[in-house]
């Protein structure tokens, strides 16, 4: 059995706080998990990818059309991974869309993106994850409302439910527990 899953992002959105606390709570299951990262200009807010294998893998990146699941933190990072989609694949995406800060670049509408999952036949869940992070405490939490969307969506039914998750980020300490624990449920229930 093996899982895949796509971690699209832009630089400076936990990324890799979000594939570090899943990797740790299937490594508590004693499952293997193999996670590594692919990017441009990430500190820059470039493109940032984050592959997250588990199970009978032997290779740290997803191979194209294998992912189980894509999770986009920013919406046009969705369109950028589709190269990893499949007719099974979940597509799990924040709703917000980072303008390009080039000049005469115009951004597609949420629409139009929606309009090209719709093209696709993927199943997707577009959620509003910055204001739900905003709700449960801080924006910077976006990360862990994309996380508890994924854990509702099924895709990781088989080998972690939300209580896994929710001890790893109350093991790592620091201020941020209480906010990241209130954005994970939100985004659980998000979906």
């Known amino acids: 059995m093996s899982l895949n899953i796509v971690i699209a992002g832009v630089g400076g959105q936990g990324l890799l706080t979000f594939a570090s606390i899943l990797a740790s ?6 499952i ?7 990017h441009g200009l990430s500190q820059r807010g470039g493109s940032v990818r ?15 059309r294998l992912a189980d699941a894509i999770v986009a933190l920013e919406l046009i ?17 924040n709703k917000q869309i980072r303008r ?3 000049p005469g670049v115009k951004a597609p509408s949420i629409d139009e993106v929606l309009n090209m999952f719709r093209e696709f036949k ?7 994850a910055e204001e739900i992070a905003l709700k449960a405490g801080s924006s ?3 990360n862990m409302v994309m996380l508890g969307a994924l854990l509702k969506t099924g895709v990781l039914s088989k080998l972690l439910d939300i209580q896994d998750v929710e001890e790893v980020i109350k093991s790592m300490g620091g201020p941020w527990i209480e906010v990241n624990l209130r954005a994970l449920r ?3 229930e998000a979906i």
């Open 122 to 128: 993927l199943k997707n869940y577009i959620v509003d």
């Open 140 to 142: 910077l939490s976006t």
């Open 32 to 38: 293997k998990v193999l996670v590594a990262e692919t």
């Open 50 to 64: 984050v592959h997250v294998r588990i199970g009978d893998v032997d290779a740290p990146l997803v191979p194209r």
């Open 100 to 102: 390009p800060p080039l």
């Open 186 to 188: 939100k985004g659980y």
């Open 77 to 93: 990072e969705a369109i950028r991974s589709i190269e990893y989609a499949n007719k099974n694949t979940v597509i799990v995406a």
């Open 25 to 30: 709570a299937v490594l508590r299951r004693n």
